[in-house]
């Protein structure tokens, strides 16, 4: 048996004080001031000038006629932008599981998009679908006589158009996941299921994807955080335009916040958003554990 | 499992002592500056005690203040004073957090800091008042209130402490006295005012052809538009196919019809043609009127009925109608600076004019948008009399007439006189427009929720714009929501 030595034990704590200090400082800290200004009519232009007052920032964002419009926009975005991730994702990640010439630049090449910051992707596109001077419309005015439209200044389009240019930027990661999983997997179920006469269909749908299901899961957990998280593509495309129509939530925080300096108000709505996504999240996390084999 | 609690429990203390040590530290830096009653009243003395310090630091705007007319001006100073000069310049939105993020703590760190007019009201508690140091000027040459333009002047620098939204006294010419005696205040020193102007391409009106084919169509000549109607007859006239290819590639005219900032000030622009405003004196607000839906549906019907525009106009802000009007797409463009054509659009020439109104019993009421930028010190400055004597020259005559060379929007009349002297044809011509658009222009409201009555009116008008509501339905949407917000702020 060792022996316990009291020194050793003390040099461990306070080796562990400096990552504590870090960590308190940069999460909890805010975290806790956040929870408090959330009950205040703190703003940050008037700091010496606030007081508290209870739940009424919180009744107020549930009242909020733009906090629902821009809760509903974020609902479409995250649900509109996942759902085609995983779909295309999927399937070009079925596609590439097999031996091919250019493999490996193809995989490079999926990188590339990941690899871009979400503001100098929103800036490409809206340089790219611009109406007047965009490559998009030149070439289908160009090549099939159609007069392109206005993709970031129509009502029904700005919506459709920012999720794609999301599921541009982040499909490649699901792809990637995927393809790790599916390489991954054994292929003797497979082997055994083919010499059994079962469909390319039968065996994607009966022993592929319930073998993928916990990656599947844990895929479009961290998508549908990142999408709820989504700021600075629809910021640059659109700043939450035409009207309200790409209005999501969190550029209303961000908004409320820096824009209107309501930061008690800000840090409620912030607290609401927190919960939802955790809300929805944890019931991802809940399944993947149900199916996670012990 | 004894072994597990005990280690729980040493868990615990190190994170109550990270915390505690975290809370200490938090307390210790909290440098808690003086009331800002008492600050005021130390101004003075404050400034006695560092009459001349080693430096300023100066927190300005990038090109929507001119920085490179500044900097060139600071550089000057610094080498005339003996006092360094830094000047930091962030673009318009990262200036503004930044301005209100070193106000808000209370920093120290910047004596002077360029400040937009709708800021004000949210921001005057952390100002220094400028009245004391004008009324005691040590260079009353460097200072000559009434040479300012006075309507750029009031509406940029003379606000009420306690009631920022009251508008000061009107005058032709700044009398301190009557400012003062009506219990207004000096804030800044106005350094830059933008006003929306409309540049054109002149080629385009002189040419003879064109000029044959207008008078033919319209019956009377080709000329610089004095009303709206007449503007929206030459917009549709240039609105053509120019290479006969079946597709129009020159439009009339652009406007600002993205979701922002530039298309509230675009609307408001028609708004005050048509004898609106956004609220009443009581600020109430009044913009969903006659005039209103008449204001805006002029303004949609430019781009949907009548198509002069260039199809992508709802996504433009004052970057992309540049662009557009660079080049050479529109015949006309409106915009809060000299617009230029590329040079490869070939026999290119622009001009300039002030922006049109709309005629009302014999006379024609033009109302251009106009902002300006004023350079004010903050109030947590430790040298104040500095920083004001730096403002000061940085707004002096001469230092504006120098301005001219960097294209700045000047704020004073000798400025202005000056620039007739210009050598360059074009640019006496814009500093020409520039000084008479001023002197009809429209601030913005005087409120501390400006962004958000601005988004309101945004989102209406953008509502309009994109088919989703009528012009009625929109403003009056946009009204309800604008009378909430100013309940929502205590007015």
Redesign the interface.
Known sequence: MKENNPNK?RLK?LL??PT??IL??MT??PFVFSLLTSLTNYK????DNWRFIGLDNFTRALMDKDIQSSFVNTLVYVAGAVSLEFVLGILIALLLNRKMRGITVIRMLLLLPMMATPVAVGLMW?WLL????GIINYYL?AWFEI?GP?W????ALAMPVVILVDVWQWTPFVVLSLLAGLQSLSDDPIEAASMDGASSWQMFWNITLPQLKSIILVVLLIRIIDAFKSFDVVWTL????????TELLSLRVY?VA????ETGYASAISWLFLIIVMLITSQFIRFLYKETPK | MKKGQFNVKKLKMVLMISLSMLILLTACSNNSPEPASEAAGNNQSAAGAADKPEELKVLYATVEAGSEAIIDAAKAYEQQSGIKISVDTFPYNNLQEKVFSELAQKSDYYDLIAIDTPWVPKIIQHIEPMTSYIQNTKSPELLQLDDFIAKAFLDTSVFKADAPQQNPPQMDTIDLDKIVSEGFDIWSLPIQSNVLTVSYRKDLFNNEENKAQFQQQYNRELAVPQTLDEYLDIAKFFTRDTDGDGKIDLYGTTLMGKKHEANFVDFKSFLSDFGGSIFDDNLVPVFNNEAGVKALETYGSWVSEHKVTPPGVLTYTWDEVATVFGSGQVAMGMNYHDMKLDPKVEGGDTGYFVFPGVENGGEIVRGPHFGSWGIGISKYSNNKQAAYELAEALTSPDVQKGYLNFKQHVTRNSAYVAAEALPDALSKEYYQVLGESLKVGVGRPRITNYDQVSEAVQIAVSEYLSGKKDAKQALDDGAKQVQSLMEQAGY
Not at chain 1, 152 to 155: A, R
Request: hydrophobic letters at 35%.
């Open positions: 034990d704590y562990f004080v504590m200090v308190v400082s909890i800290v940050a232009t008037e700091p809206r611009n109406t007047d001077f005015s007069t206005n970031l200044g129509e009502y659109t700043n939450g335009g035409p009207g309200v129509s908004r820096f824009k209107f300096w």
